[in-house]
């Protein structure tokens, strides 16, 4: 499904003009992102939290060159589902 599709659906399911829903996405998912970039997590409750992770610092290897590399910490953004989102998923969707 891609944003176009939950715009579509949002907006046949509210009767709102696509347009006014497309506004509205973006500005929940600029919201998101600029709350992970300022450091905070985003709760929703029943949903899922989009959390900020933290990676070690690791060595790698590159093996075209047989070199290691220092790959440095960093943080990277996650998310993690409710416990009633996983718990419909897997009664809901059979498995492939």
Do not use: Q
């Not at 891609?2 to 347009?19: F, H, L, P």
């Not at 996405?25 to 300022?38: G, Q, R």
């Not at 093996?63 to 790959?71: A, E, F, V």
């Amino acid at each position: 499904m891609t944003k176009a599709d939950i715009v579509s659906n949002i907006s046949d399911k509210t009767g709102i003009e696509k347009a006014d829903v497309l506004a509205a996405v973006e500005a929940f998912m600029s919201e998101v992102k600029d709350s992970l970039e300022s450091g905070d997590n985003v709760y929703l409750r029943g949903f899922g939290s989009f959390i900020i992770k933290t990676r070690a610092e690791k060595t790698g290897r590159n093996i075209s060159k047989n070199t290691t590399i220092k790959i440095p910490a960093h943080n990277i953004p996650a998310f993690k589902p409710a416990k009633t989102f996983t718990d419909g998923v897997k009664t809901k969707v059979s498995v492939k």
